[in-house]
């Protein structure tokens, strides 16, 4: 079916990476975000992506794989601030192009 | 910076009652959007809109209703507020059409319906 596939939890250790996965299955691409939330927070931005490949922003990278409908968020040297919920979301130019279908967020959980 | 508020922060409400939720963007996007957040759901659209005038439904727009008076304004009503409508209420506003696809989002209103 339509949807946005993300795992629920993830754990890593401080000074490490993280990789947050994504898998999506919509009738039309036009392009992936994600974003971040904390806690009792409103989700903020991360980064976008339409194009196939990695795009590197620092700490937060980004790769897409349109054929395969898969997307990861990676983190690089982790600090216990990063726990947080990740969100990826989907821009589907199916049936109506102003839709976004978002994941359900995976938690990730960064120890020291 | 962009800018989107809500208000209010936090409502009591009872069954049965009416309720408003409002929400103003000074980033003038065209579109804005109203979502629920309840955990093990993620966010899902209940209505949005893409310009002043125009309201269309989202994926569970029944017992919700929205208007967009203006750019900068767009509200949430809740003519016969129900207990399952307890949940977290995001505004968001955007403007998909450049090449970018970021969505900015208020606070947050928390609702609990009695």
């Known amino acids: 079916g339509q949807g946005v596939e993300q795992p629920a939890k993830l754990m890593s250790v401080e000074g490490t990476f993280a990789r947050v996965n994504c898998t999506y299955s919509?009738?039309?691409?036009?392009?992936l975000s994600w974003y971040q939330q904390r806690e009792g927070q409103a989700p903020v931005f991360l980064s976008y992506?339409?194009?196939?490949g990695l795009k590197d922003s620092g700490h937060f990278s980004t790769f897409l794989s349109r054929s395969n409908g898969y997307s990861y968020l990676l983190l690089t040297e982790l600090q216990i601030k990063d726990s947080a919920s990740y969100l990826c979301?989907?821009?589907?130019?199916?049936?109506?192009?102003?839709?976004?279908?978002f994941g359900k967020g995976t938690h990730l959980h960064v120890l020291p | 910076e962009a800018a989107v508020t809500q208000s209010p922060r936090n409502k009591v409400a009872v069954t049965g009652g009416k309720v408003t939720l409002s929400c103003n963007q000074t980033n003038n996007h065209n579109n804005m959007y109203w979502y629920r957040q309840d955990t093990g759901h993620g966010l899902r659209l209940i209505h949005y809109s893409y310009g002043a005038g125009s309201t269309e439904k989202g994926d569970i727009p029944d017992g919700y209703k929205a208007s967009r008076p203006s750019q900068e304004n767009f509200s949430l009503i809740l003519e016969l507020a129900t207990p399952s409508q307890t949940s977290v209420y995001f505004c968001?506003?955007?403007?998909?059409?450049?090449?970018?696809?970021?969505?900015?989002f208020g606070p947050g209103t928390r609702l609990l319906v009695l």
């Open positions: 968001a506003s955007g403007d998909p059409g450049l090449g970018g696809d970021t969505q900015y």
């Open positions: 979301a989907v821009r589907d130019t199916g049936t109506n192009a102003y839709k976004v279908i």
């Open positions: 992506v339409v194009l196939d």
């Open positions: 919509t009738s039309g691409f036009n392009g």
